[in-house]
């Protein structure tokens, strides 16, 4: 048999799980319905615009990393090259 304090355990663990499920449910059946009802309100589509991390502006990061750790890196590099490590 399972002891008083295991049982409350269980049951407040189930009844979370349960009340957490039905609000997940809830709030993903609301922007289920918002996205659908704006989807049918306007016919016409909205043109696609890049996402914040799209391709130009990872390639723009991706440049200002390499410069920043060129610049930052560079004399120690060069340090080191002239050791002949």
């Known amino acids: 048999m399972i002891s008083i304090l295991a049982q409350e355990r269980l049951l407040g663990a189930t009844l979370g799980v349960l ?4 609000i997940v449910f809830e709030e993903r ?9 704006i989807q049918s309100e306007s016919p016409h589509h909205t043109p696609v615009r890049e996402p914040i991390c799209g391709k130009k502006s990872r390639s723009e990061l991706a440049h200002s990393w390499n410069k920043t750790v060129d610049q930052t890196f560079g004399p120690l ?5 002239s050791r002949g490590w």
């Open 19 to 22: 009340f957490t499920g039905s």
């Open 77 to 81: 590099i060069k340090s080191l090259s």
């Open 29 to 37: 059946r609301q922007i289920y319905n918002s996205i659908s009802r």
